[in-house]
Each structure stands twice: as structure tokens, then as C-alpha cells.
């Protein structure tokens, strides 16, 4: 029976959380642990905790939000904001000092006061952050700020461009095998062109079929057509990783709006 929990405490105490009026739960390790976009929480082991606090970095992989460590850092950049929080992963915390530790309290606080069950860094926030940390411009990051965080409900919050559900993978060999995924396309203005990424859901159809490091494979999902698309690793669950770029797999609502627009 699975445990609900207001927050799980990953290696270290976080000092001024056990103060704070919330079912902490803390443990020595946590080898995998996902975030489940529904619920708004992270499954570790028989837990269902809201907020997930790890005191020191963990590999990549170990962690899935809602994107993996690969898409967060191509879109938003390598550098964590503050070393504490990543957009594309919701109540997930790195506390490795007291300084860090401190402000992490003073988000969850503004979590429950503004009973919410959502709290991530803007992505504009994270992304000009990390450029900055590229950049040698450390110095130009303001301080620390609840603002620079989204605070949500799943009932306010506006829908992801996002897709789940049933899709068609082709191999080389033609064989089609039916699976469910969970995919995000990006617009890139910049570019001019769509990214999009996602994971394949685990099934023995696709043990069968992804059998290699950088698979190519083709995509089909209800009556669009087969866009091209690379199974890129398994991830701890026996899922797939999965990319593509130049056409997105499902209607995204902005293309939609150019096709519209460039017709009037």
C-alpha cells in the first residue's frame, strides 16, 4: 500500500524542515524515483511523497520529472537554478548546504500556505540563470526569490502541449509495434523548426523492438502521419527515451494557429 507523504528527505537532514507542520519522511538512499504529473508527487518505492528533497546531486537518470535530465538541460541549461531546482521537475529540491536549505523551506511554506500542489522554477528563470553561470556572469543572477518559482494547481494550471497515449513504432525491419508514450514538442522560434521528446511506456512489444543504443525508428500516433524519430536508451524502469526534430508527431496547438493565420 502506497504511503503518502508531505515531503521525503533524501541522505541529510534539511535544517528548519522538521520545524515546519509536515509529514517529513526522511531516507538514507532512494536508487529511482518518478514524478507523477497526475498526483503531483514523486513514487519512491511505497511512498507517494509531495516534495522530494535530495542532499546531494544524483546521477543522471535516477530522477524523472517531467522531462528527463537530457531535455531540461538542452532547453533550459546544464546548471540547476541556485544549484537547488530544475524546470521540468516539480517539488524536487537539491539541499547541500544550510544557505540552500533555508530558502528551499521558504518555498515549501509558500507551497502549502498558498495550498498548491505545484512548485517549479519558471523556465526563463532557470534558462537566463544558467546562461549567466556559462557565461562567467555569476554576478548578474538577482538574489534568491519565491517569485522566480510557479506556484500551481492542477485545476488553474493551463495544459501542457503534451501527448499520452496510445502510438505506432516501426522498426528497419517494417514491423509495427503498438505502445503508449508520453511525448512534449517545442516550438523553436530560433530555428524555425519543432523539438519534441518523451518516453516510451515499458511492454514487451518494445523490449522486442529496442534492442540498441540510438535506434532509428519511425512514429505514428492515430491518423497523422510517420514521422522519423530515435530510441535513445532504456531508462531504470525498462521504458525508452525517445527524440525527433523537424516534424512533431501530434498537432501542436501554436502550429495549428500559424496554418490558420497563413491562410486568412
Known amino acids: 500500500m502506497t504511503r503518502l507523504v508531505d515531503v521525503a528527505v533524501i541522505g541529510s537532514a534539511v535544517p528548519g524542515l522538521i520545524e515546519a507542520p509536515l509529514d517529513v519522511v526522511a531516507l538514507d538512499a532512494a536508487e529511482t524515483a518518478v514524478f507523477d504529473v497526475d498526483a503531483d508527487r514523486w ?139 508520453h511525448l512534449l514538442a517545442v516550438f523553436q522560434p530560433v530555428d524555425s523548426t519543432v523539438r519534441w521528446s518523451g518516453r516510451v511506456l515499458p511492454s514487451p512489444a518494445l523490449a522486442g523492438l529496442h534492442r540498441n543504443l540510438n535506434q532509428p525508428v519511425t512514429i505514428r500516433i492515430g491518423n497523422n502521419e510517420a514521422v522519423a524519430a530515435v530510441l535513445v536508451d532504456h531508462d531504470p524502469w525498462g521504458g525508452s527515451h525517445i527524440v525527433g526534430e523537424g516534424v512533431s508527431p501530434y498537432p501542436l496547438p501554436l502550429m495549428a494557429e500559424l496554418a490558420a493565420f497563413e491562410t486568412r
Open 43 to 181: 513514487l519512491i518505492e511505497d511512498l507517494a511523497a509531495r516534495v522530494l528533497i535530495d542532499s546531494v546531486p544524483q546521477p543522471a537518470g535516477t530522477r524523472v520529472g517531467r522531462l528527463t535530465l537530457a531535455d531540461a538541460e538542452a532547453r533550459f541549461g546544464v546548471h540547476p537554478y541556485l544549484g537547488v531546482a530544475r524546470h521540468g521537475f516539480p517539488n524536487y529540491f537539491t539541499v547541500t548546504d544550510r544557505n540552500a536549505g533555508a530558502y528551499v523551506v521558504e518555498c515549501l511554506k509558500a507551497l502549502w500556505q498558498r495550498q498548491c500542489t505545484r512548485v517549479e522554477v519558471k523556465p526563463h528563470v532557470h534558462a537566463q540563470f544558467s546562461r549567466n553561470v556559462d557565461s562567467g556572469l555569476n554576478r548578474l543572477n538577482p538574489p534568491p526569490a519565491l517569485a522566480d518559482f510557479e506556484y500551481t494547481r492542477a485545476e488553474d494550471r493551463e495544459g501542457d502541449d503534451d501527448y499520452r497515449g496510445p502510438a505506432m513504432l516501426t522498426g528497419l525491419d517494417g514491423i509495427d509495434v503498438g505502445v503508449d508514450v
